[in-house]
C-alpha cells in the first residue's frame, strides 16, 4: 500500500534561518506532488506541485522554493525564512486518475519567531 | 478560475444534532468534488468523494450530492458524535484546469456531549 512522510513535524526557526521540509512516498511510482499550507485559521493555499523529477511549479510568488531530486521525494525549502512563512505544510501526493484524490502527510508545524 | 465557497465556522452541535455544511463551486469544466476531513494536529484525509452529476459520496454516516445545476455540494450527518469535532474541507478537482486541486476555507465543527 502507499504512504507518505514528511518531516520535521515541528519546528522553531528564527527569521532569517534557513528552512528544508522533506517529503517521501512510498509503494507508488511517479505519484504528482504537492506543497500545501495552512495558515492559522485558514484554508488550504498550493504552493508548489510536481509531474515529474525535476518538474516544479509554482502556484504562489513567495519566499519558498520546492525540489523533486528523486521521482518520490519532495523537498520545500527557504534561504532566509520570514515570519509570515509560519504555519502548517502539507505534502500530498496524487489528483491523478479519474477522480484525482490527494492523500496527505501528517504536516509539518513551522513557528517562525 | 475555479474556486470553491464553504460555509464560515466555526459550527456548533450538541451531540446526535443534525449537521449541514454548505459548499458551493464555480469550475470551467467538470470538476470531481470531495470533501477532506482535519482531526487536530493532524493532516487531511479523504471523507468523500464524487465525480460526476447527480453522484451520492458516503463514508461513517456522511453524505454529499453533487448538484451541478445548483453548483453545490453540501455535507449532512443525520446525527453528529463528539469524535466529529474536526476541521472540514470542501475541494475539487478539475482534469481541464491541470493536476491542481482547490480547497474551500474549511468549516470548524464542534460536537458537545
Known amino acids: 500500500s502507499q504512504t507518505i512522510h514528511q518531516w520535521p513535524a515541528t519546528l522553531v526557526q528564527p527569521v532569517g534561518s534557513p528552512l528544508s521540509l522533506e517529503c517521501t512516498v512510498e509503494?507508488?511510482?511517479?505519484?504528482?506532488l504537492y506543497w500545501y499550507r495552512q495558515a492559522a485559521g485558514r484554508g488550504l493555499q498550493l504552493l508548489f506541485y510536481s509531474v515529474g523529477i525535476g518538474q516544479i511549479s509554482s502556484e504562489v510568488p513567495q519566499n519558498l522554493s520546492a525540489s523533486r531530486p528523486q521521482d518520490r521525494q519532495f523537498i520545500l525549502s527557504s534561504k532566509k525564512l520570514l515570519l509570515s512563512d509560519s504555519g502548517f505544510y502539507l505534502c500530498?501526493?496524487?489528483?491523478?486518475?479519474?477522480?484525482?484524490?490527494?492523500?496527505f502527510g501528517e504536516g509539518s508545524r513551522l513557528t517562525v519567531l | 478560475g475555479d474556486s470553491v465557497t464553504q460555509m464560515e465556522g466555526p459550527v456548533t452541535l450538541s451531540e446526535e444534532a443534525f449537521l449541514t455544511i454548505n459548499c458551493t463551486y464555480t469550475a470551467t469544466g467538470y470538476p470531481s468534488l470531495f470533501w477532506y476531513v482535519q482531526y487536530p494536529g493532524e493532516g487531511l484525509q479523504l471523507l468523500l468523494k464524487?465525480?460526476?452529476?447527480?453522484d451520492k459520496g458516503s463514508n461513517k454516516g456522511f453524505e454529499a450530492t453533487y448538484r451541478k445545476e445548483t453548483t453545490s455540494f453540501h455535507l449532512e450527518k443525520g446525527s453528529v458524535q463528539v469524535s466529529d469535532s474536526a476541521v472540514y474541507f470542501c475541494a475539487l478537482s478539475d482534469r481541464t484546469g491541470g493536476f491542481k486541486t482547490i480547497f474551500g476555507a474549511g468549516t470548524r465543527l464542534f460536537v458537545k456531549a
Open positions: 464524487a465525480t460526476k452529476a447527480d
Open positions: 500530498a501526493w496524487g489528483g491523478q486518475g479519474e477522480t484525482g484524490e490527494l492523500f
Open positions: 509503494g507508488t511510482s511517479n505519484p504528482n
